[in-house]
Each structure stands twice: as structure tokens, then as C-alpha cells.
């Protein structure tokens, strides 16, 4: 029978009143005569941490406050008294006695009072279970003195190959606690268990993955031979699967068009889970001329927003709950939620149908980006030192991949050099051979974007914006809204209409200044709050478009709650490009450059064409930020949106 008794997560958690009113039934029935048994002291325990982290009810007055803590604190005494009695012959029984709720809680302080020193080999290698493993591998004292029976454990068990898999490769929760393997568990041990898991009847999909992408380092030995296998095993069963549900599953995706009858420019139907997108060929074909030609991507294939920050990017944001919180990712994985699928299969079916499209009316893509480094830039700027070297009608997919790999080196190499040096000095810039770092490629302008800085303004964020937001959690929420900035837009908000725990979070708000109170009590939101709205929504701020927040801005920087970037791409599409091009950040990129340019590309020449349009998405939003830069660098030739 389960034991319900109270049980301490965090001061932030929501079920710590429902855990103090139970709490509240045991201080009061307290008796240090009392005999109490394992689940009854860990109890006490988790009660004497909830009165630790200052936590209490509204109902408590000061007085009732200060007995309450006067009776934990006698709670330690009777917990020390209990776990100094444990030794091998009733270890074994209590810890078969523990209540689910209270595991994490019986380990730590079996630690804590070094209980352990009292057990011997062959009663602790008994505790050893599936329930208890994961647990002790927390307490790095415990480890120490069993070691060699822990490792002849994980030699053996099911479970160890996940448990390397998780604390090694995967990406945890702030609130995740460390495992801590033995230093008996040698490197060919690991090796051997990896290789043993990979070929289980049921390995677990996500751990598949995560090993297809992991890279060798001291603590885990993968080679190139165990992710071909751990690849190869994956595709099997997701293959099998997938077979066995034909037909029962969800399909979601894009279908895209150019249609030859259609007057609208662009049209975003849903059948179900599936977007279409359809364009009109006849208002292409009407504006032939390249700046429109080019500026297509921005305003009928929507590459960027109105401020031209890319829309590629992954956005924390735009993950749902499952997607946040239960799938398994890696420590170094780039994030791809649902959405981001979506708006990824749209960009590219965009290119492929536009590139194809171009082609039947004889301009070619390349054509457009040579006229824009080597004319537009000469014509409109006085700029003549870009060279784009463009690929040939007549070359394969696969040699068009390697040049534009190698000329989205060149081309921002060029605008790094003009930037830092207002010239391109050909022998100069032929002497570089250094690999291009997307975030090294200097801004025109020092204050360029905005970013969130202080951890103030990022719970600031949090709260505003979240839909995890204790401030949305009101019995007044008639509209059903999910963040609480949408809640104050929406309906009229008074702060007796909170609890009293989210009272602090609303004083914080005030008091950093992002809502305010009104004369008739209603909360409001300032205009610091549309500030990070905007970064909240996009990952960042551009400067240049925030005219009549720049005071505002300005003051947000000198306390520190804001920063400002300088560099040519922001730092979600300085991710994206890393992502896309190479493995320096992100264990599961596409590293399409470093196949390219380094022979190590597959040999299906549809791969070729399809890895060639997402490299022209590069090349093209490239393209944008340059023009912006230049733009930006001369108001006076009003060229954002006409360039």
C-alpha cells in the first residue's frame, strides 16, 4: 500500500501547499515517544526541507508559523537517531519497505549519514535493483566505497546501456541530478555494454538516435562502426514499424504548388495536418526583373520577416509540451519540433518548385546571385570587389553542391573583409585559407540586435510570455488564454484575483518595471513588456526597426537586462548555418559544407539535388542580410525592401 505522505519537490512547485497542509496534520500530532518507521521519518524529513526553503500557507498566521518550526526542528534529531540504527542485518528489509515517493530521499541520506560504512558487499550488492541503481548513482560517496560492486552490477544489467546514454549523451532539465559512474567501469566496459544494447531485441528508438549522432570523447567510446550499426538497427525497426502501422498513423506534411491559372500570389490552404501552398506562376512570370525576382524570397516565400531575421530557425518557443519536456534530445542536438518540420519542408519544396520553375522560363538562380554581388552591389553602393563564382548550367548536382559550399566560404569572407577594411584587397583575402565562423562576420553596426541578458529580464520572459506561467493559473481566465501578457490584453486583471504565491511573482514584475497598476487597480503591461513580447517571439531584436522604443532599449542595456549584437547573422541563424553546415555546435547537423568540400558526400545524385536547394536557401539568405547590411549602411537610397 502506497504511503501519501507530504514530500518536498521545490519552493516553485504548485503542490507545496496541498504537501504543507498534510505536513500540518503531522507537526501537530508529533511526539518524540513515538516509534516511527521508514516512510514516517522520511517524511519528517521532507517536511523539515519545506520549512527549510521558507515555505508556507496563507492560512498559517506568524504565530502558527513560528510554532510549526519549532516542532521540525526536533524532526533531525529523530531522523539521525533512525539511520544510525541501520546496519546490514535491517538495511536490506527498510529498503524494501520505502515507499516510491520517498526512494531518492532513503539514498541521499544513507549517504549523508555514511550508513553505508555499516553495510557489507553482500547485503548492499542484494539492494542493488532497477529501483535502486539509478538512485545511488547520485551519491558519489556511496560510489566510491562499492565501487567494484557497482561495476560488476552495470556489467550485467539491462538498464545500464540507458543510463550511460542518458547521463552522457543526453540534454537535462536544470533540475536533473548528475550520474556518477565508477571509475571500475572501464571504457571497454562501456564499450561492450553500447555495443550489447545496440543489438537488443527492443532497443528504444530516441537512445538509437542519439547514438547515430554522438561523438567520442573520454567518458563515452562510440566509433564510426558502433553509429553505422546503431544507424543501421535504427532504420530496421523504425522500418518494421512503420510497416506493421501502414495506414493507422497521422500524416502531416506540405504539399506545394505553382499554378498556372491562380491570381493570388499565394495561397495557404490545410487539408487536416497537411499545409498547401500555392503560388502564381502567371504573377512570376509578370515580374521577371531579378531585384523582384530575388525579393520573391522574402515576400511570397516569407525566408524572412519584415525585419529580415530568418524564419529557417528552430524557436524554443514554438515546441510544444511533449516536444519540450518528454521527447529524449541530445546534449548537443539541434532542436526540431513539429513546426519547425513544417516551415523546413515549405522552404525547400519552395526552392525546388522556384529553381525548376526559373529554369523553364531560362533564368537560372545563379544567374541572380552573380547579378547581385557583381552588379546590384556595383550600381546601387559603388561596390565593385564582390566576385560570385556561379555554377554551370552543365555541371551535376553533386559538383554545384561543392562550388556553392565553397562560395558561401568566399562570399563571407569578402563582406568580413569590407566590413573590417571598407576595401576587398584580393591578395590579401587569396593569403586567408582560416574556415568561416558564422558568428566572427562582423555588423556594419555595433548595436545591430537585441538579446535578453539578466536573468531578471529572462524570468521576466518567462513569466510574461510562458505558457508554464504560475501567472496564468486564475479562476478568472474566462478566455482561456495561455500566456499571462495575452491574459492582460484580453480581460481586465485586479491582483486580489491571484493567490497569495503569485503575488511575488506579479511584485517582481512590477518592480522590474514590465506591468504596472493602474488608477482603477486593473494590471497593465509596459512598454518594456513589448520590447521582450519581441524577443520572446523571434529569439531576438533587431535595433534598426525599433525607432520608438530606442530610449526604452537604451535604458534596458545600461541596467544590464539587455545586450546588443554585432554581427552579421543573429545568433539563432549563426546556430541554424552550424546546424546546416557543419558539426561544430551540434551533434545532429546536416555538416552538408564539410561533405561537400571534404569528399565525404553520399552518392545518390537526388541527395545531391536535394542537399544543393537547402544550400541555395543559405546562398540566398546570405544575399539578404548583405543587402540589409549595405541598406541599412545608406538610408538615403531607400533599398530594404526594393533591393
Not at 560517496?141 to 562499492?146: D, L, P, Y
Request: net charge negative; hydrophobic share 35%; charged share 30%.
Amino acid at each position: 500500500m502506497r504511503y501519501d505522505g507530504a514530500k518536498f519537490y521545490s519552493k516553485d512547485d504548485l503542490s507545496y501547499a496541498f504537501n504543507l497542509e498534510k505536513a500540518e496534520g503531522v507537526i501537530k500530532a508529533f511526539s518524540d515517544e513515538k516509534d516511527f518507521g521508514i516512510n514516517e521519518i522520511l517524511e519528517l524529513y521532507n517536511i523539515e526541507r519545506l520549512f527549510e526553503h521558507g515555505v508556507v500557507l496563507t492560512s498559517w498566521t506568524d504565530e502558527m508559523y513560528y510554532e510549526y518550526k519549532e516542532v521540525v526542528s526536533c524532526f533531525r534529531e529523530r531522523i539521525a537517531l533512525f539511520f544510525s540504527r541501520i546496519d546490514s542485518e535491517t538495511a536490506l528489509g527498510i529498503w524494501e519497505n520505502v515507499d516510491v515517493q520517498y526512494r531518492d530521499d532513503f539514498w541521499n541520506l544513507i549517504s549523508y549519514f555514511e550508513v553505508y560504512r555499516r553495510i557489507s558487499i553482500d547485503v548492499f550488492f542484494r539492494m542493488l535493483s532497477s529501483k535502486s541503481i539509478r538512485l545511488i548513482l547520485h551519491y558519489k560517496k556511496i560510489i566510491a566505497h562499492f565501487g567494484d560492486e557497482i561495476s560488476k552490477y552495470l556489467r550485467t544489467f539491462e538498464g545500464s546501456a540507458e543510463l550511460l546514454i542518458t547521463e552522457l549523451l543526453e540534454s537535462h532539465t536544470d533540475s536533473y541530478q548528475k550520474l556518477i559512474f565508477p571509475q571500475q567501469l572501464a571504457r571497454e566496459d562501456r564499450k561492450k555494454i553500447i555495443e550489447s544494447y545496440i543489438q537488443t531485441e527492443e532497443p528504444n528508438l530516441n537512445y538509437l538516435n542519439l547514438l547515430i549522432h554522438a561523438r567520442n570523447h573520454e567518458d563515452f567510446p562510440i566509433d564510426d562502426g558502433m553509429r553505422l550499426s546503431a544507424r543501421r538497427r535504427y532504420d530496421k525497426i523504425a522500418s518494421d514499424y512503420f510497416n506493421r502501422k501502414a495506414g493507422h498513423g497521422m500524416k502531416y506534411g506540405v504539399a506545394i504548388q505553382f499554378s498556372e491559372d491562380q491570381e493570388e500570389e499565394r495561397i495557404v490552404t490545410w487539408d487536416k495536418l497537411v499545409m498547401n501552398l500555392s503560388f502564381s506562376i502567371k504573377w512570376i512570370e509578370q515580374n521577371k526583373e531579378f531585384p523582384t525576382l530575388f525579393n520573391n524570397f522574402i515576400y511570397l516565400f516569407w525566408y524572412t520577416d519584415i525585419e529580415f531575421r530568418s524564419q529557417f530557425v528552430s524557436s524554443p518557443n514554438r515546441l510544444g509540451l511533449f516536444e519540450k519536456d518528454l521527447k529524449v534530445r541530445g546534449k548537443r542536438e539541434y532542436l526540431r519540433g513539429i513546426e519547425f518540420d513544417y516551415f523546413h519542408m515549405s522552404f525547400n519544396g519552395e526552392m525546388m518548385g522556384y529553381y525548376r520553375l526559373l529554369k523553364s522560363m531560362d533564368i537560372r538562380l545563379e544567374d541572380i546571385f552573380k547579378w547581385f554581388f557583381e552588379e546590384y552591389l556595383v550600381k546601387e553602393f559603388g561596390v565593385g570587389q564582390f566576385v560570385f563564382c556561379a555554377p554551370t548550367e552543365a555541371t551535376t548536382f553533386l559538383e554545384k553542391a561543392k562550388l556553392i559550399s565553397s562560395e558561401i566560404d568566399q562570399v563571407l569572407k569578402q563582406f568580413r573583409m569590407f566590413v573590417e577594411n571598407g576595401t576587398i584587397d584580393r591578395e590579401l583575402f587569396e593569403m586567408s585559407s582560416e574556415q568561416v565562423r558564422f558568428d566572427a562576420i562582423p555588423s556594419f553596426f555595433e548595436q545591430k540586435y537585441i538579446y535578453a541578458s539578466s536573468n531578471e529580464c529572462h524570468n521576466a520572459i518567462y513569466f510574461l510570455f510562458s505558457d508554464q506561467s504560475p501567472l496564468v493559473l486564475i479562476k478568472t481566465n474566462h478566455t482561456k488564454c495561455e500566456t499571462f501578457y495575452e491574459l492582460l490584453h484580453r480581460q481586465e486583471c485586479r491582483e486580489v484575483e491571484f493567490e497569495q504565491f503569485q503575488v511575488r511573482f506579479l511584485k517582481f514584475l512590477i518592480n522590474q518595471g514590465y506591468i504596472y497598476v493602474d488608477s482603477g487597480g486593473i494590471i497593465r503591461a509596459c512598454p518594456k513588456a513589448l520590447i521582450l513580447k519581441d524577443i520572446y517571439d523571434n529569439q531576438v531584436g533587431c535595433k534598426a526597426y525599433q525607432s520608438e522604443r530606442l530610449n526604452v532599449i537604451s535604458e534596458m542595456v545600461e541596467k544590464g537586462d539587455l545586450r546588443y549584437g554585432n554581427s552579421l547573422f543573429s545568433v539563432p541563424e549563426q546556430q541554424y548555418l552550424n546546424y546546416v553546415l557543419n558539426r561544430k555546435d551540434f551533434d545532429n547537423g546536416l555538416d552538408l559544407r564539410n561533405k561537400y568540400i571534404h569528399g565525404t558526400h553520399p552518392l545518390d545524385e537526388r541527395k545531391h539535388e536535394e542537399d544543393y536547394y537547402e544550400l541555395l536557401k543559405i546562398m540566398v539568405l546570405i544575399i539578404i542580410k548583405i543587402n540589409e547590411e549595405f541598406c541599412l549602411r545608406y538610408p538615403e537610397l531607400d533599398c530594404v525592401k526594393t533591393g
